[in-house]
């Protein structure tokens, strides 16, 4: 009986043990698993991590494709469209040419039938009244010449009344001394590098849109190495806005909140420029005290340039014109100063104001307080309004004197090739002229003429009539020489 309950117990005690050794088992078992699962879990979300930055840096390198792309089917637009425009015109010379052709017909048809009229009238006339015919077309020529003649001494003896007003011009002009303006402002800003476009333009193109959005300019970002093309039609917009990409590029810091902070502190630093230039510019002319906001616009105009000519160097060298001049005929030399300077500031008002910049540029300064005299001389110095001063005259003048100085402003180039162009395309419409060249910037043409179809008589008649030409049809600066050239040469070779 004891023998069975001892055996009993440790048959019960076995179980025990058992069952904890499993349970034990199962325990390690189910945190094993638990550890399994959390690194598990732990890396998928690693994974997923490394996928999604993947994924996000895949998404803004093809936005920046995108955009560039885009920029460049633009670019190719624009260029598309200027050839466009380029042909029309092309189109256009090619129909005046044919014109010119249709006429060039047409006259000698004309030629041809007063020839013909002319052999058959002298076939029915005798020898005295071919003589008569001859001298009254000879006379009719002179009559023609004399009429001109006469004109060119009625021009001379005008030439000779103002003879006193080109002296007082002639001695200020030669008491003037300032340098041709071609100092244009450059709107391409270098880069350190080609990462910096990508930061520049900033995820989704954002740092990008609020610097356009801040500074009221275009950012153009191409493939050109290194470079960013600021773009805007104000340029003391496109200042600051250079003046803020330069310290933004210099800091490093590229977002919307740093780029509000570096434009208006660029903003800040132009405005002190452009004061500092208007106020620069009164005291070297010695004028008395003007309105703030008159001076900021003159500031302004040194940011502004006409065929090259700096508006804020021309606006001085007006003043400085209108003073002299003032001086010679004994007039105020304070007021002649201050209409000449401030006779372009309406270039420098936005477009609040509606009409020309001289209308619009006498309204702002009429409501500053400006004299009526300066205010009447700065809207008639295009003679868009009457002149009521003598100052007025002044202006227009001296305006005048500045903008045609030799240097002071370039002539674009496709106008200066389409002027020698127009000159040589009518010299050589002549019959009888081989070739035609324009020499000294246009002011002669030259014009070689084959020596067995053209006589002397031929050669001198043919300057005259090409002259005629010219003052009805060209328009031109100055005056033109007009030089036929005929050679006949005779060669021998002995052996």
């Not at 460049?72 to 425009?85: K, M, Q, T, V, Y």
């Not at 476009?197 to 950012?219: D, M, Q, S, W």
């Not at 609040?352 to 619009?360: D, F, I, N, Q």
């Amino acid at each position: 009986m004891i023998w069975a309950v001892a055996l009993l117990a440790g048959f019960a005690a076995g179980l025990c043990l058992v069952y904890w050794s499993k349970r034990k088992e199962r325990r390690r078992v189910k945190e094993e698993s638990k550890a399994i699962l959390e690194l598990a879990r732990r890396e998928a979300e690693v994974d997923v991590k490394q996928k999604k930055t993947q994924f996000e840096r895949e998404r803004d390198r093809t936005a920046l494709e995108i955009e560039v792309k885009l920029r460049e089917i633009r670019s190719h637009e624009e260029s598309i469209g200027a050839l466009d425009h380029e042909l029309n015109l092309r189109e256009e010379k090619l129909n005046q040419e044919k014109a010119l052709v249709r006429q060039g017909k047409e006259s000698v048809r004309k030629m041809s039938r007063d020839i013909q009229q002319t052999m058959a009238s002298l076939a029915s006339m005798d020898v005295e009244e071919i003589k008569k015919s001859l001298r009254e077309n000879i006379q009719q020529e002179c009559q023609d010449e004399h009429r001109k003649l006469r004109k060119e001494l009625l021009a001379r003896s005008d030439r000779d009344l103002a003879d006193e007003a080109r002296r007082i011009l002639v001695s200020a002009m030669q008491r003037l001394s300032a340098r041709a303006g071609h100092d244009l402002t450059s709107s391409i800003l270098q880069l350190p590098n080609e990462d910096m476009k990508g930061r520049i333009i900033g995820r989704e193109g954002r740092n990008i849109k609020c610097f356009e959005a801040a500074t009221g300019t275009t950012l153009l970002i191409d493939e050109s190495p290194q470079t960013v093309l600021i773009s805007s039609f104000d340029p003391v917009r496109r200042a600051v806005a250079k003046v803020a990409l330069e310290r933004l590029i210099e800091d490093g810091r590229i977002h919307p909140a740093t780029i509000e902070g570096f434009v208006k502190e660029a903003q800040s630093e132009v405005d002190s420029i452009v004061m500092n230039a208007g106020e620069a510019a009164i005291e070297k002319l010695k004028i008395s005290t003007m309105a703030p906001e008159i001076i900021e616009l003159i500031g302004q105009l040194q940011y502004r340039f006409s065929h090259t000519q700096n508006m804020l160097d021309h606006s001085i060298e007006v003043a400085v014109l209108c003073s002299m001049l003032a001086a010679e005929i004994g007039l105020d030399q304070s007021i002649a100063k201050r209409a000449g300077l401030l006779h372009d500031i309406g270039k420098s008002i936005d477009g609040e104001y509606e009409g020309s910049h001289a209308l619009v540029g006498a309204e702002f300064a009429r409501q500053r307080g400006e004299n009526e005299i300066v205010v009447n001389a700065i809207a008639a110095h295009h003679e868009e309004v009457k002149p009521e001063s003598v100052y007025a005259g002044l202006v227009i003048l001296a305006d005048t004197v500045s903008a045609v100085r030799p240097g002071a402003r370039a002539e674009p180039m496709t106008a200066y090739v389409e002027r020698l162009e127009q000159l040589e395309e009518l010299a050589t419409s002549f019959e009888g002229v081989l070739a035609a060249y324009a020499i000294q910037a246009g002011r002669e043409v030259r014009i070689v003429v084959h020596p067995t179809m053209v006589t002397d008589d031929d050669a001198r008649e043919l300057a005259r009539k090409v002259r005629n030409r010219i003052e009805e049809e060209l328009q031109y600066p100055g005056t033109i020489k007009i030089t036929v050239i005929r050679e006949q040469r005779f060669t021998e070779q002995a052996k």
